[in-house]
């Protein structure tokens, strides 16, 4: 049980720093208009 939990905490940060990077490209995307 700890290694899923363990396996899934990571793949949730992986996911939300995927989310941040994307955001930030937007950002920069906008910004350049």
């Known amino acids: 049980?700890?290694?899923t939990?363990?396996?899934n905490?990571?793949?949730g940060a992986?996911?939300?720093g995927a989310?941040?990077?994307n955001?930030?490209?937007m950002k920069n995307a906008?910004?350049?208009k």
Request: avoid cysteine; hydrophobic fraction near 40%.
């Open 1 to 3: 049980m700890l290694d």
């Open 5 to 7: 939990t363990s396996k």
């Open 9 to 11: 905490v990571e793949e």
């Open 14 to 16: 992986t996911y939300i």
């Open 19 to 21: 989310m941040e990077d």
């Open 23 to 25: 955001l930030q490209a």
């Open 30 to 32: 906008l910004g350049s």
